[in-house]
DNA sequence: CGCAATATTGATTTAGCTCAACAAAGGTGG
DNA sequence: CCACCTTTGTTGAGCTAAATCAATATTGCG
């Protein structure tokens, strides 16, 4: 959907927690990324970590850098990741396209930290999850990245953790109550969600919201 | 700073309760806030409610509307609120001027969410309030509605726990604590921050956190 | 003055956290 | 292919920050 290599486009990949920013540095290019997933997060003074943002295949890596913002969160690496680093002109300026599909994506990314906010203020642990794997599942078909009623799902529970505001353990045994009630199906990796209405439900989605 | 009325402009207000816009409404235009302050938020279907987003004097509501979106989530006057109504040309358009600010807007948005993110997801209730706190006050001081090291604070405790992801009663409790610690001084909708420096060290901030 | 909204206080409960083992998986080098 | 070691996942026991429930003050306003 987003075209194929373009005039400047250049490949580039990474390793699981490399990174592709670091705070302050000055982003000379944006990431699209083409395989694999990366997170950019914050770190608090004593170490509490929050992930705040998702990047699967075909997100831009981070659209508002366009907007000549620079990197405030590293970026990092979580699997495997090859990207396709879209190039500027001197200017600092973008192809029309390019910009189009920034802004898409930034929209996207506002209505996905609305729903987060949501989530993170005021539902319960088992809510949050269902509330990540339904939006995983659902980004990665959107963009032919599920198979049927399973995709792929390479975080590790503590990766989970720092997405939901939950600790590791509390994770372990929500994913076992949802995995005893028939939610989910999660392991090696691997995510299938057997009835997509009832972990929708267990969401405690507003009526308006839309995951992807 | 944004100027004076511009040729399409006209004005109107709201009072507390208000709306100003309503779910998937079609927005025909945006508004600047001249006075007052207002707030989107989203309703659990069990009556849960969490505040994602302040708009306080200066801000525009909603940036991203002119980025085509329509409105996903109500947003209502907390106060008596003046606005400025920045139409549109039929086609949906707006001054380059208008342009501009909406997205120098829209990169603080995403900004403050992220913040946001990190607050709901891994700070304590004392931390969420100072956060909440100094925010408002920069804001305000921002746009010159600080008194020294004072502002105007309009919101009730029960707004501020849907702010925060908290309920009233502990709201009430930390603020006293708050209070207690010399931190903030808060009483009939008024606030004073004695020491910035220590309110700043009480939100946990990250080093690279900026509120504005 | 009287009513409704807001703020405060106390007592109790609970969802989720912490601490501490231990078990499985997975990758690496021999 | 196996032995080792690190990372990830699982389980148990106890604790605590914040929620809940229930009054009672206080404030502001028509």
Same sequence: chains 1, 2.
Avoid at 34 to 39: F, Q
Avoid at 81 to 91: C, F, G, I, Q, Y
Avoid at 163 to 170: E, K, N, R
Wanted: charged content about 20%; some cysteine; glycine content about 6%.
């Amino acid at each position: 959907m987003l075209g194929q290599v373009a005039v400047n486009e250049s490949h580039c990949h990474f390793r699981p927690h490399q990174f592709l920013a670091r705070e302050d540095e000055q982003p000379e290019s944006i990431f699209r990324i083409d395989e694999g997933w990366a997170c950019r997060y914050r770190l608090l003074p004593d170490g509490r970590r929050q992930i705040t943002g998702l990047y699967l295949p075909g997100d831009i890596c981070e659209p508002h850098w366009a907007l000549g913002k620079r990197p405030s969160q590293p970026i990092v690496a979580l699997t495997n990741v090859r990207a396709a680093r879209l190039s500027s002109t001197p200017h600092g300026s973008f192809s029309a396209e390019t910009q189009q599909a920034c802004w898409k994506n930034l929209a996207e990314v506002i209505e996905r930290q609305t729903n987060w906010l949501v989530t993170l203020g005021r539902k319960t642990a088992l809510e949050r999850l269902a509330h990540l794997l339904l939006e995983l599942f659902e980004r990665m078909r959107a963009s032919g990245l599920a198979y049927g009623q399973q995709c792929a799902m390479p975080l590790t529970q503590m990766e989970i953790a720092d997405l939901t505001g939950l600790t590791p353990v509390h994770v372990n045994r929500t994913l076992q109550t949802m995995r005893a009630r028939g939610l989910v199906e999660l392991q090696s990796k691997w995510l299938r969600i057997p009835d997509l209405a009832s972990l929708r439900d267990a969401a405690a989605l507003t009526p308006n919201e839309m995951l992807v």
